[in-house]
């Protein structure tokens, strides 16, 4: 009896303690531990732009970004010795915009 006591006794702290130091419980590990890339940049235009669908002049405008549009930058292209292209992401709310809506594409820079 004093065994099966015993025994009980363990399994109810082992199952209040436990859980606190599991994932899912409430020890939070700290933001510190977790690894977020330092390459975002982000731009804030200062002028009405164009977006572009490829890294070429003559390629087809996808829409006129208005002042003030920030935008995520993806990665740099250049194409001649004074040409630089960026591939941007516009920011966006996943649950209230149009899932059609053009996200992605270049500007000249």
């Not at 977020?36 to 164009?50: A, V």
């Not at 935008?71 to 960026?86: A, P, Q």
Request: charged share 20%; glycine share 4%; aromatic share 10%.
């Amino acid at each position: 009896m004093i065994n099966n006591l015993l025994k009980n006794f363990c399994l109810i702290i082992f199952a209040l303690i436990a859980p606190i130091t599991l994932p899912a419980g409430g020890i939070q590990k700290s933001i510190h531990h977790h690894k977020f890339p330092n390459n975002t940049n982000e731009i804030t235009l200062s002028s009405n732009t164009s977006l572009y669908s490829c890294p070429e002049i003559f390629a087809k405008e996808l829409l006129v970004l208005d002042v003030g549009t920030t935008l995520s930058v993806l990665r740099n292209w250049k194409v001649g010795k004074n040409e630089t292209w960026v591939r941007v992401e516009l920011a966006y709310n996943k649950f209230l915009d149009d899932p059609n809506k053009i996200l992605k594409g270049w500007i000249k820079m």
